[in-house]
Every structure is written in structure tokens, then in C-alpha cells.
């Protein structure tokens, strides 16, 4: 997909939710891990070099209530986090207690984030875009990638999750989702799933129902060592997905194997990242062992990202 040049009229929200499920019946979210690889950080850190030249505001929903996690998010520039202080000082008495005794009463769940944040953004805005706590941008022209995707008329462009079908019907995963503001508060439908969806697939359907264009971005590794987890897409967005939580998917045939994988591509991530990116576009020789790793799926995949 070809880029355009930024347009120094755009304004934009990045909307993040950072350790959401904390504290959901899987008990996903591992709060020992976040502390030592916080993604948050790292995404922010890329959406911050990756993003010069635009006019851009970041908003973060924090589930996680962890005081680290607040303080490297306030050192970031154009960072603004929700919900307020006196939820966030709940947050963490309730992170001392017990997950079956406190519950989720001070957390939202992603989609849920993901609507409030939406609420958030001025009306100035021009251009959404989503990412997960573990998904940043892995090129300078992120931006004029998915934004010049819609000013040429696509009503929603991004990460393109085709990896789980047809058990999951394919849609542009909030891993990676670009819209404008006023398409998507123009929607029946929210980030809200139903049930048998994914995050932000039923705003794809709504958007397709309506006639409305989608500009996907396609799995691109030219290294893949799992269906799912260590996604490059368009080459411009990468995915890890998995962060903090075990990695359990809905089409996985092995979850110790899966697992091993999360934990693999997470270490070479918060170890060198640059270094991770040009093993996966295969720039550079797979001194990772990843290709160890890969299945037939995953192959599958990264062949036909590649065509």
C-alpha cells in the first residue's frame, strides 16, 4: 500500500487500553511480567519516534492501576491517561487484594475501553487510530500509510486479521485500525463485540454493510514462527499478541507451544527491537532461532501476506 504525504490539517487520537482482563476468569493478565516488560512503554516510545511531523494526541485507558506503568507513561510528551486519579488510587488498593475477592469494579473491559476513550477525543480530530498496548509502528510512515489509505477513499484501513479464519471471520483488528472520527461515531455499532467477535469486528461489518470500502493491511513476515503472535502488517505495524497474559487463542492447536513462542519473540523484543523487525522482514539473518518455531500455518500465512 503506497503512502501520501501527512497532511498538515490531520489531527489525530491514538487510543490505547494498557492490562485489560486483569482480572478476568482466565486470570490473563500477569502483573510480575508487566512490571519487568511493560509494553505500554515500548508502544509509546515507537508511536513517539515513529510519528514526527504529525499533529497527534495519545490516550491511554489504564486497567492495570500499576505505579510504574503510570510514571512511564507520564514521561511520554502528547500522553494523556484515563480513568482519573481517584479510580486510579482504588486500583491499586484493589491490586493488593485478592482477584476472586475484589472482582472488576474499577475496570472496563477492552471494548468498553476503547468506547470511552472514543468519547474522549475533541471534535478537532480528524483521524483515529487504535493500537494494543503490544502493537506499534515499525516505520516512519506509519501514519501516511493508513491515513492516506482512507483519504483515498477506504472507510477503515489496518491490521487485516485473516489468521483465525473461517472460525473468525476476517476483519482490521484494533491492533491496528485507522477510521475517521466521524464515520465511526456516525456507526450503529462500537468497539463493543458480540458474541463469536473479535475487538472492532463488528465496526468492519458495519462499514462493509454500508458499502463502505476496507483497505487492509496483510500479514507481511517474511519470517513467521506462529499463526498469530509476531505479526508484521503492510510492514508498517507490528504485533506481538500476547502481552502479559499467556498466550491462549481461539484457534490454537498448542498451548505449551504457543507459550514458548510468546516468550521468545517477547525477550527479543524488550532485548532489541530494531534487530527483532529485520529478522521478521528477513533483512537480516534469523540469528533468533525463530524459524524453529514456525508451522505450516504460519507459513501459510506469511505466503499469503507476501502475495
Same mark, same amino acid.
Not at 129 to 152: K, M, Q
Not at 164 to 169: D, E, G, Q, S
Not at 176 to 189: E, K, M, T
Not at 235 to 241: A, T
Given at each position: 500500500m ?8 490531520? +489531527? ?6 494498557n492490562g ?6 482466565w486470570?490473563?493478565?500477569n502483573?510480575?511480567? =508487566? ?5 505500554i512503554?515500548l ?9 514526527r511531523?504529525w499533529d497527534?494526541?495519545?490516550l491511554v485507558?489504564?486497567n492495570s492501576?500499576l505505579e ?6 507520564r514521561?511520554r510528551p %502528547?500522553?494523556?491517561v484515563?480513568?482519573?486519579n481517584?479510580v486510579a488510587?482504588l486500583?491499586? $488498593? =484493589?491490586? %493488593?487484594a485478592?482477584s476472586?475477592?475484589?472482582g472488576?469494579? /474499577?475496570?472496563r473491559?477492552?471494548? +468498553? ?5 472514543l ?10 487510530v ?5 502493537s ?6 506509519w ?24 472460525? $473468525?471471520?476476517p476483519?482490521v483488528?484494533?491492533s491496528? /485500525?485507522?477510521a475517521r472520527?466521524?464515520d465511526?461515531?456516525s456507526?450503529?455499532?462500537s468497539?463493543n ?7 472492532g ?7 462493509r454493510s454500508r458499502g463502505?470500502?476496507?483497505a487492509?493491511l496483510h500479514r507481511?513476515?517474511?519470517?513467521s514462527?506462529?499463526?498469530l503472535m ?6 508498517v ?6 502481552g502479559?497474559? %499467556? =498466550?491462549?487463542f481461539?484457534?490454537? =492447536?498448542?498451548?505449551?507451544a ?6 521468545k519473540?517477547r ?5 532489541d527491537l530494531?534487530?527483532? $523487525? ?8 534469523d540469528d533468533l ?13 506469511a505466503?499469503q501476506?507476501a502475495?
Amino acid at each position: 500500500m503506497s503512502a501520501t504525504p501527512p497532511s498538515p490539517h490531520s +489531527r489525530v487520537a491514538i487510543l490505547v487500553v494498557n492490562g485489560f482482563d486483569r482480572r478476568n476468569r482466565w486470570g490473563s493478565y500477569n502483573h510480575t511480567e =508487566a512490571l519487568e516488560y511493560p509494553w505500554i512503554d515500548l508502544c509509546l516510545q515507537q508511536v513517539e519516534r515513529r510519528s514526527r511531523g504529525w499533529d497527534y494526541e495519545v490516550l491511554v485507558y489504564d486497567n492495570s492501576h500499576l505505579e510504574q506503568h503510570l510514571e512511564l507513561m507520564r514521561t511520554r510528551p %502528547r500522553v494523556r491517561v484515563l480513568p482519573g486519579n481517584w479510580v486510579a488510587t482504588l486500583g491499586r $488498593i =484493589a491490586n %493488593r487484594a485478592p482477584s476472586w475477592y475484589v472482582g472488576r469494579p /474499577l475496570e472496563r473491559t477492552h471494548p +468498553r475501553a476503547l468506547d470511552h476513550l472514543l468519547a474522549q477525543v475533541s471534535a478537532d480530530v480528524q483521524y483515529v487510530v487504535t493500537l494494543d498496548s503490544d502493537s506499534f509502528p515499525v516505520r516512519d510512515d506509519w501514519l501516511d500509510v493508513l491515513i492516506g489509505a482512507c483519504e483515498r477513499g477506504a472507510a477503515v484501513t489496518g491490521v487485516y486479521r485473516d489468521e483465525m479464519a473461517p472460525t $473468525i471471520r476476517p476483519f482490521v483488528h484494533v491492533s491496528g /485500525l485507522c477510521a475517521r472520527l466521524s464515520d465511526l461515531r456516525s456507526l450503529d455499532a462500537s468497539f463493543n463485540r458480540h458474541p463469536g467477535q473479535d475487538v472492532g469486528q463488528n465496526i468492519t461489518e458495519e462499514l462493509r454493510s454500508r458499502g463502505r470500502e476496507v483497505a487492509p493491511l496483510h500479514r507481511s513476515n517474511s519470517v513467521s514462527c506462529h499463526f498469530l503472535m509476531g505479526g508484521l502488517y503492510g510492514d508498517v505495524i507490528y504485533h506481538h499478541g500476547a502481552g502479559s497474559r %499467556r =498466550a491462549n487463542f481461539w484457534t490454537s =492447536a498448542d498451548l505449551e507451544a504457543d507459550e514458548q513462542v510468546r516468550m521468545k519473540l517477547r525477550d527479543a523484543a524488550f532485548a532489541d527491537l530494531d534487530h527483532l $523487525i529485520a529478522v521478521l522482514r528477513g533483512e537480516t539473518p534469523d540469528d533468533l532461532d525463530l524459524t524453529a518455531h514456525t508451522s505450516p500455518v504460519a507459513q501459510a500465512s506469511a505466503q499469503q501476506g507476501a502475495r
